[in-house]
């Protein structure tokens, strides 16, 4: 049973770098077509996809945080990373890794899901 | 990008009632649509795919419907341990994932 686990600073300052990790346990990152998912939600707010790397490196981010994105894969370590740059209170949020997947029937989910992990940005 | 709007954003019923939410999408997205269950202090839940197929494991007592562009997410019978947020969610072109607003589910 794949399981993610995120980590990272719970603290960022204005104007740096957020950066998570995400741990995939009980399955290898590189094998099957998923799409590694970053999706955020502001405190007591709904969710916002961020981007997501596909199996094969391929990125794809949110329009809306293109400019300020970066995901990326460390398949020695069976991890997927998180960069978001020159961050604003606006990105405080608790942050969640996600694998998307097709089933065999052609249906799209998020499935499993990382805990979450907060992540403040202020001075 | 294809927007979600969902409604209401919050909801009180009693327990027992028949509760129903909306999701419209800004363009066709056939039946490209997912729903999930959030509780307090944990990360999103499927329960329902494209837009009408109960997840295994899921009760019975919710159920979805809809295509194109209009989508409704039911509680037949609502029960206390429903008591969470819930949100649709389009897929239609793999690229770009959009999640409603949310609709806070509260016992009255």
């Known amino acids: 049973q794949v399981q993610l686990q995120e980590s990272g600073p719970g603290l960022v300052k204005p104007s740096q770098t957020l950066s998570l990790t995400c741990t995939v346990s009980g399955g290898s990152i590189s094998s099957g077509d998923y799409y590694w998912s970053w999706i955020r939600q502001p405190p007591g707010k709904g969710l916002e996809w961020i981007g997501y790397?596909?199996?094969?490196?391929?990125?794809y981010y949110n329009p809306s945080l293109k400019s300020r994105v970066t995901i990326s894969v460390d398949t020695s370590k069976n991890q997927f990373s998180l960069k978001l740059s020159s961050v604003t209170a606006a990105d405080t949020a608790v942050y969640y890794c996600?694998?998307?997947?097709?089933?065999?029937?052609?249906?799209?989910?998020?499935?499993?899901w990382g805990q979450g992990t907060l992540v403040t940005v202020s001075s | 990008d294809i927007q979600m709007t969902q409604s209401p954003s919050s909801l009180s019923a009693s327990v027992g009632d028949r509760v129903t939410i909306t999701c419209q999408a800004s363009q066709d997205i056939s039946n490209y649509l997912n729903w999930y269950q959030q509780k307090p202090g944990k990360a999103p839940k499927l329960l329902i795919y494209?837009?009408?197929n109960l997840e295994t494991g899921v009760p019975s007592r919710f159920s979805g419907s809809g295509s194109g562009t209009d989508f409704t997410f039911t509680i037949s019978s609502l029960q206390p341990e429903d008591i969470a947020t819930y949100y649709c969610q389009q897929y239609d072109n793999l690229l770009m994932y959009t999640f409603g607003q949310g609709t806070k589910l509260e016992i009255k």
């Open positions: 494209d837009a009408s």
């Open positions: 790397i596909y199996y094969s490196g391929s990125t």
């Open positions: 996600a694998r998307g997947w097709v089933t065999a029937a052609g249906s799209f989910r998020f499935d499993p």
